[in-house]
């Protein structure tokens, strides 16, 4: 191992939540994700849950369950309390979702994600050309997890609970 190069002794979460906030100190851009990153996890969220599901093994918003189940997974192996906090909105975002897939179906919720995701995705990217930096996941697609991890973590130290 060369000796220049350092293990960064910070646990991951830190370490991950710090190289974001690196790409993140510009206010505007700050603004745009508080805005925009929950609008994307959500679209995600809604486009998973109109995948059809077999109904031998379970019922519509099954793929979307998966997906927030193996996300929380990633974030409780980084802070408990994030991924309690995680859950908790995903249990939120799997309300609203299953409450307007029933009332207005999978195609209008389809349409209305898409159009959602397109919108947030270009704000993101107009928020990071003010900021003067590439988005982080253009380096480590690992990145697409840490943005709600760094918005609830900044929730969460403003309400002065310790992840």
Not at 79 to 108: D, N, P
Not at 122 to 150: C, K
Request: hydrophobic letters at 55%; one cysteine or more; proline letters at 6%.
């Amino acid at each position: 191992m060369n000796a220049s190069v350092q293990a960064d002794p910070r646990r991951p979460i830190e370490r991950l939540l710090g190289n974001y906030a690196e790409d993140h100190r510009n206010h505007t851009n700050q603004v745009v994700h508080w805005i925009c990153v929950p609008l994307i996890v959500w679209t995600v969220m809604a486009a998973l849950w109109v995948i059809p599901v077999p109904p031998a093994i379970g019922k519509p918003g099954l793929w979307a369950a998966l997906g927030m189940a193996l996300a929380c997974g990633w974030y409780f192996r980084m802070s408990r309390t994030i991924g309690l906090a995680m859950l908790v909105v995903f249990v939120v975002y799997g309300l609203v979702t299953f409450a307007l897939h029933r009332a207005i179906g999978s195609q209008a919720l389809l349409w209305t994600a898409i159009a959602v995701f397109v919108a947030a995705w270009i704000a993101q990217f107009v928020g990071h050309q003010i900021e003067g930096r590439r988005p982080s996941f253009l380096t480590d697609l690992t990145y697409l997890l840490v943005g709600p991890m760094w918005l609830m973590a900044k929730a969460l130290r403003k309400l002065g609970v310790a992840y």
